[in-house]
Antibody
Framework: QLFQSGAEVKRPGASLKVSCKGS????????LHWVRQAPGHSLEWMGW????????QYSQKFQGRVTFTRDTPANTVSMDLRSLRFEDTAVYYC??????????????WGQGTTVTVSS | SYEVTQPPSVSVSPGQTASIPCSGD??????VSWYQQRPGQSPMVVIY???KRPSGIPERFSGSKSGNTATLSISGTQSMDEADYYC?????????FGGGTKLTVL
């Protein structure tokens, strides 16, 4: 399972940190993806982090504004998003890439973290 | 990268087969996964590698691909299948999601 941190309300220009804790599996053998969903919109991929070696890949849209980190003893990955804008209001999900690899899909999802950017 | 396109909505009568297409210029070269998202819930993978079902997914869910179009089919559609469905593919090292299709079971 993946457990995410709680809902956040942020001002424009602020920074956000969402954490995602894995339970019941060997955390460091997986890649974890971050996906967000604005109200009434589709899923939007933000990037992934290899929980074992810390390698990351970011969507070009968020490059320079987002950072993924991992805390392996705590089985946790985190997503930091800076310079928040109103359009960053969304539900943020972490999702585990299947053990079978990237073409096997994301087989475990967190419950989602609702983030509201409001002045 | 590239885009993948889904119809915004599909309607089906209970017990009939629903077909949801997903098209993209390079989909012919990529594996496609499909996700179901019920209202207020996190997405769940229902098809991967174009046509494989994860354990626990009912047999009425199937996937296919022809050329640059992948299709999710749900046979014997039930009211519980009413949800948003998203196709997903890889474009190099990035993930691409379709815009989603709302399946309505009338």
């Amino acid at each position: 399972q993946l457990f995410q941190s709680g809902a956040e309300v942020k001002r424009p220009g602020a920074s956000l940190k969402v954490s995602c804790k894995g339970s019941g599996f060997s955390f460091t053998t997986y890649a974890l993806h971050w996906v967000r969903q604005a109200p009434g919109h589709s899923l939007e991929w933000m990037g992934w982090i290899n929980a074992g070696n810390g390698n990351t890949q970011y969507s070009q849209k968020f490059q320079g504004r987002v950072t993924f980190t991992r805390d392996t003893p705590a089985n946790t990955v985190s997503m930091d998003l800076r310079s928040l804008r109103f359009e960053d209001t969304a539900v943020y999900y972490c999702a585990r890439e299947s053990a079978g690899g990237r073409y096997h899909g994301m087989d475990v999802w967190g419950q989602g973290t609702t983030v509201t950017v409001s002045s | 990268s590239y885009e993948v396109t889904q119809p915004p909505s599909v309607s089906v009568s209970p017990g009939q087969t629903a077909s949801i297409p997903c098209s993209g210029d390079k989909l012919g070269d990529e594996y496609v996964s499909w996700y179901q998202q019920r209202p207020g819930q996190s997405p769940m993978v229902v098809i991967y590698q174009n046509n494989k079902r994860p354990s626990g997914i009912p047999e009425r869910f199937s996937g296919s691909k022809s050329g640059n179009t992948a299709t999710l089919s749900i046979s014997g559609t039930q009211s519980m299948d009413e949800a948003d469905y998203y196709c997903q593919a890889w474009g190099g090292n990035i993930v691409i999601f379709g815009g989603g299709t709302k399946l309505t079971v009338l």
